[in-house]
C-alpha cells in the first residue's frame, strides 16, 4: 500500500472488531446465520425500518431490489450518471436500460428531479436516486413525480448510512421511506466490512422476494437446516448467492456501534474545510446550502474552476503525500454504455459533463486529525500559489 500521509480513505478498527471476528472464527459457524440476523434487527431498527437483508455487497442489495420490482428488458430506470457504475450495472443486470438523469447543479450534485421528470417515458417503471457524498436527494419532488407516474424507488444509500432527509416529518433516517433501499459496506464507506451491504424495505411482499433470491432462490437456508430446523426445500425463483457470513456480519455489527460518532467526525472536518477552502477564488464547494447535521458526510468533493488543470492539482497533491479522487467518471461516457445509446445522449447532461471534469475529492475520514486537514488545505493554497 502506498504510504500517503493524507489518504483519501482510512479504516478504523479496534480491538471491539478484532474480538468480535475471533468470536465468530471460534464458533464453529461461519455462514450466514445468527450473526447476520442481529446485525439484519440492528441495522432495521438504527434505521427505523421493518425488514433488513444483509447481502454480499452493495452491488448485490441493489440487483436484488431490481429483481424483486421485476424489471426486465424494455423497462426503462432513471438514475444519475454522475455515481459509482454499480448503480446503472445493477439495472443492467436485469436487461433494462438505465436512463441518465442530470444532476441539479453546481451546489447540489444528486440527481434533478425537474430532468429526471423529461426523461420519463412510458417505458420508464423506476428511480434509483443516490444520496451523493451523504447528502439527501430531493426525496419529496422525487416522490410527488414517482406518484404521479407509477414508479417505483430504489434509494441506493452506498454514501449515506446515518444520514436523515432533511425535510419533514424529521430525523428520518435516509433509506426508511422508499420501497427498497440499498446499502454498501465497501472497505472506503462509513460503516465497514470489507465487502457487504444491505438491502431495506417497509413491504413484507417485497422483503419475501429478497429473501428469496438472496440464497438461490431456495425456500430454506443451510443454518434453518443446520439446526434441524428443517430438512429439505423448494426452488421458488432464479436466485442467486448474495449471502453475507458472519465474520462480516460480527464486524458490521460494531462498525455500527461507531457509525454516528464517526458521521459526527466527519461533520467536523467538513465545516473546517469549508473555513479553510471556503474564501479560495479556484475553488467551488458543493452542497454549501444543505443542512450539514443531516449529512453522512461521505466524502468532500470540491470542485475546480474551468482554468485549473485538475490532472496537475492531484498530482501536485499526490507528491506531497496526499490522496485524492474523482466521483465521478460519468457513466454515460464509458464505452459499454455509449454503445447502449444513440450518441445523442451524450449531450443531454450539461451539469455532470461540468462537474465530472472538474471534481476533486478531499480526503475524509473519522481518524483524520486536524493537522492533516490543515495539511491538505496548505497544500492546495500553495498549489494555486505556484499557479
Ligand atoms: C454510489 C455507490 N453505489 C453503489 C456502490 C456499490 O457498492 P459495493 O461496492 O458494495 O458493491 C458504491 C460503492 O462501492 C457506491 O459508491
Redesign the pocket.
Known sequence: MAAWKVPLADLQFGPEEIEAVTQVLQSGWISQGPKVQQFEAEFAQFLGVEHALAVA??????HLACMALGLGPGDEVLCPSL??V??AN?IRYTGAQPCFVDIVGLHDLNLSPTDAACKITPRTKAIMV?H?AGFAADMRAIEDMAAQHGLAIIE?C??APGAVYPSPPGNQKVGSRGSSA?F???S??NLTTG???MVVTNDPALAERLRVTRSHGMTTLTWDRHRGHSFSYDVVAPGYNYRLDEMRAALGLVQLSRLMAGNARRRELTNLYRQKLGELPQVQLPFLSANLEASACHLFPVLLRAEVDRAQFMSYLAEHGIQTSI?YPPIHKFSYYRQLWPPVYDHRLPHTEDIAAREVTLPLYPSMTNQQLAEVAGAIRDFFRKE
Open positions: 455487497n452493495g452491488t448485490a442489495a441493489m455515481t459509482f454499480a448503480t445493477a443516490v451523493y441506493d452506498a454514501h440499498c454498501s459496506f465497501f472506503n464507506k465487502e457487504g451491504g466521483h
